[in-house]
């Protein structure tokens, strides 16, 4: 089994930089998936990391270090329809935490 | 990119009850696939894994008897509500992945379907 650490909710501004992490505790491990969730919508994938270090994809990137379990997700240039929240799940049996419900204001 | 399909988006039925939900890779072949359930402002509770041609994998406190799932082919995994009552009503999403070295890595969501237990 695993646990997934993620802190609850934050809070940033249109604009900015905003860092959402999120740690794990697996008995195995092979990727850790990052999604979106809008209310009342599934999930969309955002990103996949396997192996240590920052993916970039366009405004967001994605961070993972395996000897810590642990990694981030990086939103740069944040807009209102940012608001939404944040999951992460390992690969391997692909449960959830209670996600980061981040809220962008102007 | 990849589709999984969910039919149906959404369902009202009467107490006591069983309801069908599909679940369908589009676009490539899935040997496992995931249900999970969501109940308002909370994540995702992961429920069973689906596994081709053998028995789900159920979470604890999931029950088996009353959440049947079939994942007969590569493409189609089913989850029925057996006997629904109102404290089932929630939003029901399945997840999968293409198969070992196939051309996804990522995990794909269907859209959902909202059932409605009156």
């Known amino acids: 089994g695993q646990n997934i650490d993620q802190p609850t909710e934050m809070t940033a501004t249109e604009g900015a930089i905003v860092q959402i992490n999120c740690t794990y505790q697996?008995?195995?491990?092979?990727?850790l998936f990052w999604y979106q969730q809008h209310a009342g919508e599934a999930p969309t994938f955002l990103s996949y990391?396997?192996?240590?270090g920052l993916e970039e994809k366009g405004r967001f990137s994605s961070f993972l270090s395996r000897s810590k379990g642990y990694s981030y997700l990086l939103l740069k240039e944040l807009q209102m329809k940012d608001s939404a929240s944040y999951l992460c799940?390992?690969?391997?049996?692909?449960?959830f935490g209670a996600g980061t419900r981040l809220t962008v204001k102007p | 990119g990849a589709v999984v399909s969910q039919h149906p988006s959404w369902v009202i039925c009467k107490s006591g009850t069983s309801v069908k939900i599909e679940c369908r890779s589009l676009?490539?072949?899935?040997?496992?696939m995931f249900w999970y359930r969501q109940f308002p402002k909370q994540s995702l509770m992961l429920m069973a894994t689906?596994?081709?041609?053998?028995?789900?994998?159920?979470e604890q406190g999931v029950e088996k008897d009353k959440f049947l799932i079939n994942h007969a082919s590569l493409t189609l995994s089913t989850l029925t509500v057996t006997s629904a009552h109102p404290e089932d009503s929630s939003f029901y999403i399945c997840?999968?992945?293409?198969?070992?070295?196939?051309?996804?890595?990522?995990?794909?969501f269907g859209p959902g379907t909202r059932l409605t237990v009156l």
């Open positions: 697996t008995s195995g491990f092979n990727g």
């Open positions: 990391n396997v192996l240590d």
């Open positions: 799940a390992v690969r391997d049996d692909m449960r």
């Open positions: 689906s596994n081709e041609g053998s028995k789900a994998t159920y």
């Open positions: 676009d490539f072949q899935a040997t496992t």
């Open positions: 997840s999968a992945r293409d198969l070992p070295g196939g051309r996804y890595n990522e995990q794909f």
